[in-house]
């Protein structure tokens, strides 16, 4: 083709026409937005995660055109939905449902924040969801993990706690991380497992973390099964 010169410059007439068409589309859009007095420009409300396609076409309704994404941008950093969203609102009750019960667990629990991001970091390591730890390990830093406490859920093989990652972690998050590995990896707590994280924790926060872990393994299966944000395939990211 380089001998022949690029064949898109005969087409050029056809793609003025084409970027014509484009501009007119996103100006409408952008009229359309301020229209409905929306707060974030249209240009904004593409910005999200890496905006690589996942397995189902995302669904981004205009801020002010749809109640159940617009309660969903309400609670998301710029009012930006991610990939995520974009995802679940394909089916909008389970977006609404899912919205209620993680509104909950990220902020309503009484367990220590830093126990719920070692849930979700750790669920998202067993599950290999990068797109989790993605979105969670500066969520885990903010609430007072560590590189070091990181690079433990990163890497410490499956329903082994060893003396030293147990003192990095301290005694709470060290029950926490078996108790993590026995309910991801097979379900069944063992006694011995359940018992050692019920010695920092009430019944109710015993019922938070089985809650935040379980839940977390629901969004381990949505954002790997869909792909969401292109991110299935991808190593879950390492924390230095
Ligand atoms: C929010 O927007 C600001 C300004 O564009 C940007 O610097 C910041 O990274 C954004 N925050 C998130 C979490 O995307
Ligand atoms: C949940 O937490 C948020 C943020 O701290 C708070 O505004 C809200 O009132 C809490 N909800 C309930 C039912 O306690």
């Known amino acids: 083709m380089g001998a022949h010169g690029p064949p898109e410059r005969r087409l050029a007439p056809h793609y003025m026409a084409r970027n014509a068409l484009s501009l007119l589309f996103v100006l409408f859009i952008t009229l359309f937005a301020f229209a409905r007095g929306s707060a974030v420009p249209a240009a904004d409300v593409q910005r999200r995660d890496e905006n690589l396609p996942a397995r189902v076409p995302y669904v981004f309704p205009l801020p002010g055109t749809d109640p159940i994404a617009d309660t969903i941008r309400a609670r998301r950093a710029n009012s930006t939905l991610l990939a995520l969203d974009g995802a679940l609102l394909n089916a909008p009750l389970v977006a609404q449902g899912w919205n209620q019960l993680f509104t909950v667990i990220r902020e309503n629990l009484t367990i220590p924040g830093e126990m719920r991001e070692l849930f979700i970091l750790r669920t998202a390591v067993l599950n290999k969801a990068a797109y989790q730890w993605g979105q969670h ?104």
């Open 137 to 240: 390990e500066s969520v885990g830093r903010a609430e007072g993990l560590t590189t070091r406490q990181l690079q433990v859920l990163r890497f410490a093989p499956a329903g082994v706690v060893t003396l030293t990652d147990q003192k990095i972690l301290g005694d709470s998050l060290a029950a926490a991380l078996a108790f993590a590995d026995a309910i991801t990896t097979s379900v069944h707590v063992p006694t011995h497992i359940y018992n050692n994280l019920a010695r920092f924790l009430s019944p109710k926060q015993m019922v938070e973390a089985v809650s935040t872990a379980g839940s977390y393994a629901f969004v381990s299966r949505f954002t790997v099964a869909l792909d969401v944000d292109g991110r299935m395939s991808e190593a879950v990211p390492v924390p230095i």
